[in-house]
């Protein structure tokens, strides 16, 4: 390792969200692009006697062995207060994270739209669909009694039979709400708008009353899990985002960002705490 020994970061069950990004985009590597390294340069890159360079990587910390660019793209590194670094650490696990919830809410508006679909195909047809409820009933319970007609079958086929079309249609108009509010959270959500955290948030909040209704009538697996990852999801919007002035608010939030050393981080180490290996 060329550089200053570093004290390395413990994540969750050994996953590092650097490593992972580096390997879908690549290495951040700017020693690598340009003509000239100075010795200020070396927690970024060195070059080696034989020839080679070794560039570090300003996400995942990595030294990559390259050469010198035939076609630099600048002489020397821009200082390090101006020069571009990729997010890394907190902002960076902040910002998948946002990703799987707009993972999440994308799906979410797949199904509602698929819902709003199939509930459009059953308006149409709903004058056929009750007739042949109804045909199918008398077949299934005629002769075989009373008990015949609390199975769940028969419970369903009444439910169709007793379907309006005002029903149907508030249940489309509620689906295709839902389908185009998740989708627009997904849209936001993946590209990081502040208005979408605020929006997931709200929306999130508005639905668990009705979560909570229904584990009340029905507790079920599938319901638990959602409500659980609705909650959190809320609180983590809440807390680590900072939304309605929550945990410090966007001061706070600035200020967190500010607080990167950019000169602890890439800046050339001292003699004595140099560490170069070949």
């Known amino acids: 390792m060329f550089g200053r020994k570093r004290k390395h970061r413990t994540h969750l069950f050994g996953w590092h969200p650097e490593t992972f990004v580096c390997s879908r985009?690549?290495?951040?590597?700017?020693a690598a692009?340009?003509?000239?390294?100075?010795?200020e340069d070396?927690?970024?890159?060195?070059?080696?006697?034989?020839?080679?360079?070794m560039a570090r990587c300003t996400r995942c910390d990595v030294w990559i062995s390259t050469t010198p660019p035939a076609k630099p793209?600048?002489?020397?590194l821009p200082p390090l207060p101006t020069m571009r670094i990729p997010r890394r650490g907190r902002p960076l696990r902040e910002a998948i994270i946002l990703r799987v919830i707009a993972i999440d809410r994308a799906l979410h508006s797949f199904l509602f739209g698929l819902l709003a679909v199939l509930l459009v195909l059953v308006e149409t047809n709903?004058?056929?669909?009750?007739?042949?409820?109804?045909?199918?009933?008398g077949r299934v319970t005629g002769g075989t009694g009373q008990g015949a007609t609390q199975g769940i079958i028969d419970r369903e086929l009444q439910k169709l039979l007793?379907?309006?079309?005002?029903?149907?249609t508030i249940l489309i108009a509620t689906a295709i709400a839902y389908c185009v509010v998740e989708g627009v959270e997904a849209w936001?959500?993946?590209?990081?708008k502040r208005w979408a955290e605020y929006l997931t948030a709200i929306a999130t909040a508005g639905f668990l009353p009705f979560e909570i209704k229904e584990i009340v009538d029905k507790v079920t697996f599938l319901r638990v899990a959602a409500l659980v990852v609705n909650i959190a999801i809320l609180v983590w919007l809440l807390w680590r985002k900072r939304l309605f002035g929550i945990n410090g608010g966007m001061k706070a939030a600035k200020a967190e960002e500010e607080a990167v050393d950019r000169e602890a981080l890439f800046g050339a180490p001292q003699e004595t705490g140099a560490v170069v290996t070949r």
């Open 25 to 30: 985009r690549g290495h951040v590597t700017p």
């Open 33 to 39: 692009l340009v003509q000239e390294l100075r010795p």
């Open 42 to 53: 070396s927690g970024l890159g060195v070059d080696l006697p034989d020839g080679r360079r």
């Open 73 to 76: 793209v600048r002489e020397t």
């Open 126 to 137: 709903l004058a056929d669909l009750k007739k042949e409820a109804s045909d199918l009933i």
């Open 162 to 168: 007793h379907l309006s079309q005002g029903t149907l």
């Open 188 to 192: 936001g959500l993946w590209h990081e």
